[in-house]
C-alpha cells in the first residue's frame, strides 16, 4: 500500500536551485551574486548568495507562488540605487516546479 497522504495542515517543503547567468549565455555563470526570494507583494523572505560556480540553493521553501531576483550586491546604500544591469528582472516562480529549476537570467 502507498503511504498515506499528509494531514492538510502539514505544511510541505522543498529545497530549490539554480543558475545565476549573465543575459541568455548558457556558460556565462555569475559567481558570488545575491539571490532573493520574494513573496508575489515584493517581501524578502531571504537571501542567499551564489557559489564560484553561480549555483544557489534554498533549502526549504514551502509550497507556493514567489518571485526570485538576482543583484550584485545585497543592499545598496539609500542615497545610491544600483545600476540597473545590477539587479535582474523578477523572475515569478511555483515551488515545486515541474522542470525542477530555477535559473536566474540578467
Same mark, same amino acid.
Given at each position: 500500500? =502507498?503511504?498515506?497522504?499528509?494531514?492538510?495542515?502539514?505544511?510541505?517543503?522543498?529545497?530549490?536551485?539554480?543558475?545565476?547567468? +549573465?543575459?541568455?549565455?548558457?556558460?556565462?555563470?555569475?559567481?558570488?551574486?545575491?539571490?532573493?526570494?520574494?513573496?508575489?507583494?515584493?517581501? +524578502?523572505?531571504?537571501?542567499? %548568495?551564489?557559489?564560484?560556480?553561480? %549555483?544557489?540553493?534554498?533549502?526549504?521553501?514551502?509550497t507556493g507562488n514567489y518571485q526570485? %531576483?538576482? +543583484?550584485?550586491?545585497?543592499? =545598496?546604500? =539609500?542615497a545610491m540605487p544600483p545600476p540597473?544591469?545590477?539587479?535582474?528582472?523578477?523572475?515569478?516562480?511555483?515551488?515545486?516546479? =515541474?522542470?525542477? %529549476?530555477?535559473?536566474?537570467?540578467?
Amino acid at each position: 500500500l =502507498p503511504p498515506p497522504d499528509p494531514p492538510p495542515w502539514v505544511e510541505t517543503r522543498f529545497p530549490i536551485g539554480g543558475t545565476v547567468l +549573465r543575459a541568455a549565455c548558457a556558460t556565462d555563470v555569475v559567481p558570488l551574486a545575491y539571490v532573493e526570494l520574494l513573496t508575489m507583494a515584493g517581501l +524578502r523572505l531571504n537571501a542567499v %548568495r551564489t557559489d564560484s560556480t553561480g %549555483r544557489f540553493i534554498f533549502a526549504d521553501v514551502p509550497t507556493g507562488n514567489y518571485q526570485m %531576483r538576482a +543583484r550584485l550586491t545585497l543592499l =545598496p546604500p =539609500p542615497a545610491m540605487p544600483p545600476p540597473p544591469t545590477s539587479i535582474s528582472p523578477l523572475n515569478p516562480i511555483t515551488v515545486p516546479s =515541474p522542470a525542477g %529549476r530555477y535559473d536566474i537570467h540578467f
